[in-house]
């Protein structure tokens, strides 16, 4: 395994780029939250001149470009393995419930984003290299639940002596 770490496991720092009901690009992975911060603050920057809009800061570890948004989310991989897959759950009011589960094999991530929680029927769901989908009608509404293989980022401190 490369310098990045000895092993995958362990606590994370998820860094989702959301738009709406969905994560808008790759998760990314850091093990310092520092540089998961500088990273955010870049996205930022970067959306902010893409639409023109400014960014707000609603709370700690959290940027808003309209209704794109930036979060910084810790995590635990409880195993090691050989990539990790990052798991949103979009519940009907919009809100992320677990919002970066992390997962250690992609077709554990997978399984997870097929399996209905209580009450749910699933109406749809996809796949392809990379990612998995899947909606469900929930007591009259729609969730969704979605799995992205993460980027694992090393940040700037891992090179700082």
């Not at 540089?35 to 970067?46: G, Q």
């Not at 029927?121 to 293989?149: S, T």
């Amino acid at each position: 395994m490369s310098r990045l770490a000895d092993r995958l496991d362990g606590d994370w720092w998820v860094l989702l780029v959301t738009d709406g009901l969905g994560v808008e690009f790759p998760p990314e992975l850091y093990r310092d939250h520092d540089d998961a911060e500088r990273e955010a603050e870049r996205w930022a920057r970067v959306l902010s001149a893409r639409s023109g809009m400014s960014v707000q800061r609603p709370f700690q570890d959290r940027w808003e470009i309209g209704d794109e948004w930036i979060r910084l989310v810790p995590s635990f991989l409880p195993e090691d393995g050989s990539e990790i897959w990052v798991g949103s759950y979009w519940t009907r009011d919009g809100s992320p419930e677990p919002e970066a589960e992390l997962f250690a094999d992609g077709n554990e991530a997978i399984a997870w984003v097929r399996e209905p929680s209580a009450g749910a029927v699933l109406v749809e769901a996809h796949d392809a290299a990379g990612l998995a989908w899947a909606r469900y009608r929930v007591r009259g509404g729609e969730e969704e639940a979605e799995v992205h293989r993460a980027k694992i980022l090393v940040g700037q401190s891992r090179f700082t002596p």
